[in-house]
Structures are given as C-alpha cells and as structure tokens.
C-alpha cells in the first residue's frame, strides 16, 4: 500500500484554505498503480453475492467503472441532478457547507440486487450515505463499500455503521 500512498498528491488550501486536498490523478496516471488499485479494491468481495457496482459522482466513476469491469459486473452511476437523460429517483443530504443531490435512473437496480458502492474517498461520509439511500430507495440491497482513501480525521466511517466499508489508504 506504501506504493499507492506516493501516487496520492497533497493539494494544500484546495478547494478552499485550510483544506489538504488528496489527490488521486497521479495515481490514475500511472496504469501500474491503477491496476493495483482496482485489484487491491475487488479483493474482499471476490466471490461474494455482489452483482452490480455503483460509482458515486465523479472520481467513483473512475474507479466503479474499473471494478465493474474487472469483475464482469454491470455500472451503475449515481449523478449530480440533470445529468441522465431518463426518469430518475433522488437523495438530497446535507454538506458541511450547503446541500447536495444524487440521482439514479428509476430502472438502474433490480429488486434484491447486492450493490458495491465505489468512491474515491471517504471524508464526512455525506455521500457515501446519500449513495446507500438512493440504492435502497430503488429496491437493491448495499453490501458494501469501498474507498481508495479514507480521512480517518473526519470520522465518515461513523455515518457507515449498516454497512462493511473497505478502505486502500488511511490518512
């Protein structure tokens, strides 16, 4: 894990002062790491019950999409508002500094479906929350999540109780 560490660029003051932004394109750059990323991610859930990945909005695009791939399991995005083209059910959640809505096709999941969620990083947990409610609200079942980072700090983890969460990297 001490190689993906290095591949995780500090941002300082993004995306406002006091923030220590973690980067991940360094780490999407090098298709070495990427891939010992994605390996490392699907590793806990080979041969589970999981049959549909779920990426939340954008870098989770990244990411979700490569598990799902490696996996042979279908992608489901979860969007920013007006961003898919077909009916859509929503979850709004709170921020530390204002709101925010996830949408997913009414259609993404079937009922009974097992959904891993994938983002790249866990920090208060908002959105990863968001994510498990959506999912639910479409009838599929969240099994688990998981991160390329976790911001042990911000304690998001704690918004994640129901569920396993997976995490690469600690900071």
């Known amino acids: 894990m001490n190689r993906l560490k290095t591949k995780i660029r500090d941002i300082p003051d993004f995306p406002k002062e006091g923030i220590i932004f973690k980067d991940i394109t360094p780490l ?5 790491a990427l ?3 994605i390996h490392q991610l699907i590793q806990p859930f080979l041969g589970s019950n999981i049959n549909v990945i779920a990426g ?6 990244i990411f979700g999409s490569l598990v799902a791939w490696e996996m042979g399991l279908p992608f ?3 969007r920013k508002p007006g961003k898919l083209p077909y009916d859509v059910q929503s979850v709004s ?3 530390e500094y204002g709101s925010a809505t996830l949408e997913a096709h009414i259609d993404a ?4 479906d097992k959904v891993l969620l ?9 959105t990863a ?4 409610e959506l999912v639910e609200k479409l009838g599929a079942t969240v099994e688990a999540l998981a991160f390329v980072v976790e911001l042990d700090f911000l304690n998001g983890r704690e918004q994640l109780t129901n569920y396993r969460v997976h995490s690469l990297l600690h900071f």
Do not use: H, Q, W
């Open 109 to 112: 999941f079937n009922v009974g």
């Open 28 to 32: 999407v750059k090098d298709p070495a």
């Open 93 to 95: 959640y709170d921020l």
């Open 56 to 61: 939340m909005e954008a870098r989770g695009f």
């Open 35 to 37: 891939k010992l990323a």
């Open 76 to 78: 489901v995005p979860l």
């Open 129 to 132: 929350k968001a994510s498990c």
């Open 118 to 126: 994938i983002d790249d990083l866990l920090a208060t947990g908002g």
